[in-house]
């Protein structure tokens, strides 16, 4: 009941401010209102639950899917299960956050503290801009093209990528990975790292 406090004081004034709802209404009319609210809240919350148990269950038959065909010698079915299993766990993980627009690259978080999480949606490309390093990369190394170097997401596919802001690094060394070559580099500020969520 803690926890439904402040959703029903916001829910409540927003009513109140959208012209829904009467400031001057009777109490038994608020009540009727505030247990409206409290049993929308209580639905939400036991349907978030079945839902996180139907994607666990989803997750463990695609998992033992997966067990099953690679113990039958289909390494390419299990191959393609493994994958859809990483992509779902990765969509449901991204579902919650505030993915932002492709920046080009980080140059504009910089001065962020190291630790600093952002989310972003890009579209891989193994070509274009520039990349120095191996994950991390430096601070303006092109996101899109380390995404796929880090395997991240592949080219041409559009995903949610987690970015974490982390120190400079005296060097960098460059490497081909997931068909991308970047490039080495010596001491930089700022650099992030780039990954899946998961």
């Known amino acids: 009941m803690g926890a439904r406090g402040p959703a029903v004081t916001v829910l409540a004034m927003l009513l109140l401010a959208s012209g829904a709802v009467a400031a001057d209404i009777p109490p038994s009319a608020k009540k009727l209102i505030t247990d409206y609210e409290g049993?929308?809240?209580q639905i939400r919350e036991e349907a978030e639950a079945k839902l996180r148990a139907r994607r666990e269950k989803l997750f463990q038959d695609?998992?033992?899917?997966?067990?099953?065909?690679?113990?039958?010698?289909?390494?390419?079915?299990?191959?393609?299960?493994?994958?859809?299993?990483?992509?779902?766990?990765?969509?449901?993980?991204?579902?919650?956050?505030?993915?932002?627009?492709d920046p080009g690259n980080l140059s504009a978080h910089a001065n962020a503290a190291e630790g600093t999480v952002l989310y972003f949606r890009v579209t891989g490309t193994p070509s274009g801009g520039a990349v120095w390093g191996s994950n991390p990369y430096t601070t303006d190394s092109n996101l899109a093209k380390a995404a796929v170097h880090a395997g991240a997401v592949r080219a041409g596919e559009t995903a949610v990528v987690k970015v974490t802001i982390v120190a400079g690094q005296p060097k960098y060394a460059g490497s081909t990975k997931n068909g991308v070559t970047t490039s080495s580099w010596g001491r930089y500020g700022k650099s992030y790292r780039v990954e899946r969520p998961q």
Do not use: C, I, W
Not at 73 to 98: H, I, K, P, W, Y
């Open 39 to 41: 049993s929308e809240q």
């Open 62 to 101: 695609l998992q033992k899917l997966q067990s099953d065909l690679a113990q039958k010698g289909d390494l390419d079915g299990a191959v393609a299960v493994r994958e859809t299993l990483r992509n779902l766990r990765s969509d449901f993980a991204a579902r919650g956050v505030n993915a932002r627009p």
